[in-house]
């Protein structure tokens, strides 16, 4: 009798055992890992189930719960049961068609407290937990004024907003009055707002924007001083914020309001940008006319045929400064192709053909160097030769042309040719009227 009695008593022992192991029914707190493995329960009669979840960093908490039971809940809480952070009822549920619900929270590190139950009867389900980090780069309990977070200008913060924290302040020095910059962007969340607030705790600035994964950039002139950051929203999840001191562009400079180039040739037409401690100097370039000439993102030109086109640049911070010059491409070199004597007493002077010009001028001097009287005859771009009228009897003449363009009323000068060189005969003129004169 007594071995039948304790083979009773092994058996039953090792069937508790199995229950207890299978189901996890007979405890009310268990540790739940945040691996994503399934584990089953079973509640008893009018009892609940607790799971402890332990999280070491600012992140996503997500719960999933699979019940095979109606009436039944299941909630997430903090470690005292105090505060209900979520949770759902089961209406239905069965174990032909279990009903799945999860919970997803921006959390602290701490410890909270999963609970599964029903009411009136015993509860079967499953559940499982997931983490994943915030990448949050904060530093202790940022979530007042006295426990700023101290932030150096131009780090990039990454900030977690969470169920419990959902307002994180921050701290910064400038050390000379300037236009404190401050952008944020609100990642997961869809609604943030930034406030500015001086060393007594003065608010000199606020305003929400809106929307999930959205940039604004906050200024606000200030002098040289600590003041304080705070990011707050009533939803949860990240942002990041990125603090700098910001000099705006106050001019730019070129070197003249007017430049002539020569084909093929470049130039640089910038002098300065002002003030030299601006934070962003860059700055953006175009020409109106880039078959005339091109310009490069440092303001360097260069000449590619005659023409006009005016160079812009512009400030890219934000400043909308402009400044403008104009470019003014000379013709290239004219070539004489005929320079002879129609008759004993008449010249007749020809060119080869120039692109993109207004004009010739032709020229003659009894001097070499073109010194003293000299006489000047100007044609179109379509005529490309000239005839004098009668020349002085056994005389040396010397001859040279250049092409032109206008541009707003004025005209500019390619290079003189090579001089040419006719000496005319005792007799002879021109067959028609010329109104190229001898001088």
Known sequence: MRKLLKKVVMFSVAAIAALTITTQAKASDYTLMT????????????????????????????????SSSSSSYFGLYDNDMVKEYYSHSYYDGSETEP???????????????VKLGNARKVMKYKVKASFE??????????NSFDKAMKTKLNKQ?????????????????????ATLRSIVNSKSMYGITY????????????DWFSGEGQTRVFENEVAAGTYYIKIESGRTGGYTLKSMEWKYVTGIKLKKALFTMNKGTTLNVLKSVSPSSASNKKLSWESSDTSVATVTSTGKVKAKKAGSTTITVKTTDGSDITAKCSIVVLPS????????????????????????????????CRNSAFKGKKSTY????????????????????????????????SK????????????????????????????
């Open 195 to 206: 406030s500015l607030w001086d060393s007594d705790l003065v608010k000199l600035y606020s």
């Open 133 to 142: 980090p915030s990448g949050s780069n904060e530093t202790g309990d940022n």
């Open 35 to 66: 691996n994503n493995a399934w584990i089953d329960g079973m509640t008893s009669d009018d009892q609940s189930d607790k799971y402890i979840v332990t999280i070491n960093e600012p992140g996503w908490l997500t719960v999933i719960a699979q």
């Open 333 to 364: 070199k004219t070539q004489i192709k005929t320079c002879k004597l129609k008759s004993g007493l008449s010249a007749y002077v020809a060119v080869k053909t120039q692109s993109d010009i207004s004009g010739y001028e032709y020229q003659l």
């Open 378 to 409: 100007s044609t179109d771009s379509y005529t490309r030769n000239a005839q004098t009228d009668t020349l002085r009897k056994q005389t040396q003449y010397y001859f040279r042309v250049r092409s032109y363009i206008w541009v707003s009323g």
């Open 412 to 439: 500019y000068y390619g290079a003189w040719s090579d001089t040419k060189t006719l000496k005319t005969g005792k007799k002879g003129g021109p067959d028609h009227y010329c109104t190229w004169k001898d001088v």
């Open 157 to 177: 913060i990454n900030g977690f907003l969470t169920e419990d924290n959902k307002a994180d302040f921050y701290k910064v020095t400038l050390t000379r009055s």
């Open 99 to 113: 009903v799945t619900k999860e919970i997803k929270m921006a959390l602290d590190p701490g410890v909270y407290v």
